[in-house]
C-alpha cells in the first residue's frame, strides 16, 4: 500500500475537513496517511517515495491559503528536482469568482514546475455546487486511489 503526505491549505476549515475525511478513507484501504498543516516543503520531501496529496482552498484574490503560503514559496523559490514525486491534488472554490480553485491550480502548476508527476485530474470542489465538500471528494479519492495501488 502506498504512503501519503496530505498538504493542507486552509483558511476557514472546509479544507481540513475534506484532508480528514479523505485521510480515513485512504487508511481504511490500507494506505498511510501524514497530515501536514502548515506543511514545510523540506518534510515532506524528506519522506521518499511517498506521493504528496494537496487538499486547498483558495483564498482572497486567487491566493494559496496564508498557511500553507511557504510551502508554495519555497517551492517557487527552491524549484526542487521533483521528478520522482507524483502527487494530486484536491481544490476548493467558489465558481462564482474568477479565480476558482486558483490555490489548487497554482500548487499544481508549481509541483509541475519541479518535475512532479500529477495522478489522475485535479479535483476542482466549487463549494456553491456541494454543500457538503467531503462527498465531492470521497468519490474522486475512491477512483484516485485505483491509480496509486
Known amino acids: 500500500m502506498a504512503k501519503l503526505n496530505l498538504v493542507v491549505g486552509s483558511m476557514l476549515g472546509a479544507a481540513e475537513y475534506v484532508a480528514d ?3 480515513n478513507l485512504l487508511e481504511q484501504a490500507g494506505h498511510q496517511t501524514r ?4 506543511a514545510k516543503l523540506a518534510e ?3 519522506d521518499a517515495g511517498s ?4 487538499v486547498t482552498s483558495t483564498h482572497g484574490a486567487g491566493d494559496v491559503p496564508d498557511n500553507l503560503q511557504p510551502f508554495a514559496k519555497d517551492l517557487a523559490e527552491q524549484h526542487p528536482d521533483l521528478n520522482s514525486l507524483k502527487y ?13 480553485c486558483q490555490g489548487g491550480k497554482t500548487l499544481d502548476r508549481l509541483l509541475t514546475e519541479c518535475g512532479a508527476s500529477r495522478i489522475g485530474e485535479r479535483l476542482d470542489i466549487d ?3 456541494h454543500e457538503i465538500p467531503e462527498d465531492a471528494a470521497e468519490v474522486w479519492i475512491r477512483d484516485w486511489m485505483t491509480m496509486i495501488a
Open 35 to 38: 497530515i501536514h498543516n502548515p
Open 44 to 46: 515532506v520531501l524528506d
Open 51 to 54: 506521493i504528496l496529496l494537496v
Open 21 to 23: 475525511h479523505v485521510a
Open 127 to 129: 463549494v456553491t455546487q
Open 88 to 100: 494530486g491534488v484536491i481544490a476548493l472554490g467558489d465558481s462564482s469568482y474568477d479565480t476558482f
